[in-house]
């Protein structure tokens, strides 16, 4: 897997000494199981059986979705764009995503 700017290399099946596979696998572990918690509070998990943490060659961490079916990928697209346009219109507004925090007492 590499795209055009050679992000995402090819997945390390043979390791090579010297590079740090397990902290680019346990990046992708926390981040695989913090997206697998959302799907399950949207009631969508079962739409992504494939969800797995994975590491390249070079020791970078990756996301594999796996095989979705065409409706769960327009569906997270559709997410993904919600998620931005409410972002964007947060920031437009200047309406704080979250309260402000108050001093300590002293």
Same mark, same amino acid.
């Given at each position: *897997?590499?795209? /055009?700017? #050679?992000?995402?290399?090819? /997945?390390?099946?043979?390791?090579? $000494? #010297?590079?740090?596979?397990?902290? #680019?696998?346990? /990046?992708?572990? /926390?981040?695989?199981? &913090?997206?697998?918690?959302?799907?399950?509070?949207? #009631?969508?998990?079962?739409?992504?059986?494939?969800?797995? !943490?994975? %590491?390249? %060659?070079?020791?970078?961490?990756?996301?594999?979705?796996? *095989?979705?079916? $065409?409706? &769960? +990928?327009?569906?997270? !697209?559709?997410?993904? +764009? &919600?998620?931005?346009?409410?972002?964007? !219109?947060?920031?437009?507004?200047?309406?704080?995503?979250?309260?402000?925090?108050?001093?300590? !007492?002293?």
């Amino acid at each position: *897997m590499t795209d /055009r700017r #050679g992000v995402v290399a090819k /997945r390390a099946e043979n390791l090579s $000494p #010297g590079v740090p596979y397990v902290r #680019g696998w346990n /990046r992708a572990r /926390r981040s695989a199981s &913090a997206l697998a918690d959302q799907l399950v509070l949207l #009631g969508l998990d079962s739409n992504f059986p494939g969800l797995v !943490a994975d %590491v390249n %060659v070079f020791g970078d961490g990756l996301v594999q979705l796996g *095989m979705v079916r $065409p409706e &769960a +990928a327009e569906l997270l !697209a559709s997410l993904i +764009a &919600a998620g931005l346009a409410a972002e964007s !219109a947060d920031t437009t507004t200047n309406v704080p995503l979250l309260p402000p925090r108050e001093a300590p !007492a002293a």
